[in-house]
């Protein structure tokens, strides 16, 4: 079993609606958790990277929420655009590991 | 552009080939790695390189053989590779940390190399 699992796996929004993906992580001891953005055909790019004492980040539309407690994070999507279709991996480190999830592929459509 | 950049950005090769993925890091940084994506699998890490020496090999079968000259270049060699290679073959690069832990430090990703193996 993975160590960080997102959900869902896919999901279908219409643009300028809201989303929110979830990852859950067994990793430990708990260094940081990132969220990565990939479009098609590209590499991933980071959105926000939290550590233990940041329980929530922002990065313009994008809102990354932390609960250590639960080993839990969320990544939240404001008003949608089309260029947000992409898939969204959650990385979790511990302190000389990285553990990464499946994704979740979403698509926004007009 | 992350400035990381990789060539081929596709590859199409049989078995019997030998062929070499090439990553160029402009950023400044210590440590590159090289990543497997394959469809619908979380991101596999399959080498680590800190200050050029390697510091981790995460069980990579050997017919997969990373090269480092220098602290900006990374290749990946190929040989007699087998079709469930077939992947997305990334390559990242991060600063390095006082204790040697690259994966605790922001990585900036390239393109990606598409390599198909009939």
């Given amino acids: 079993k993975n160590q960080v699992e997102q959900s869902p796996q896919s999901l279908i929004i219409l643009e300028g609606k809201n989303c929110t993906l979830q990852c859950n992580y067994t990793v430990s001891p708990f260094s940081n958790l990132r969220w990565y953005k990939q479009d098609t055909g590209r590499g991933p790019v980071s959105l926000t990277i939290m550590t233990f004492s940041e329980n929530t980040k922002s990065n313009g539309r994008y809102t990354a929420t932390l609960d250590a407690d639960t080993k839990q994070s969320s990544l939240h999507i404001t008003a949608s655009q089309l260029s947000d279709s992409a898939s969204y991996i959650c990385v979790v480190s511990s302190y000389n590991d990285m553990r990464f999830g499946a994704g979740t592929r979403l698509t926004v459509k007009p | ?118």
């Fill in chain 2, 1 to 118: 552009e992350t400035g990381v950049t990789q060539t081929p950005r596709h590859l199409v090769m049989g078995m019997t080939n030998k062929k070499s993925l090439k990553c160029e890091q402009h950023l400044g940084h210590n440590a590159m790695y090289w990543y497997k994506q394959s469809a619908k699998k979380p991101l596999e890490l399959m080498f680590v390189y800190n200050f050029k020496e390697q510091t981790e090999n995460n069980s990579v079968p050997s017919r997969f053989s990373p090269e480092c000259p220098n602290s900006s270049h990374l290749f990946l060699h190929l040989h007699t590779l087998q079709p469930e290679d077939s992947a997305l073959y990334l390559c990242a690069s991060s600063q390095d940390g006082a204790g040697h832990q690259p994966e605790n430090y922001e990585q900036y990703f390239g393109p990606g190399t598409r390599l198909t193996v009939t």
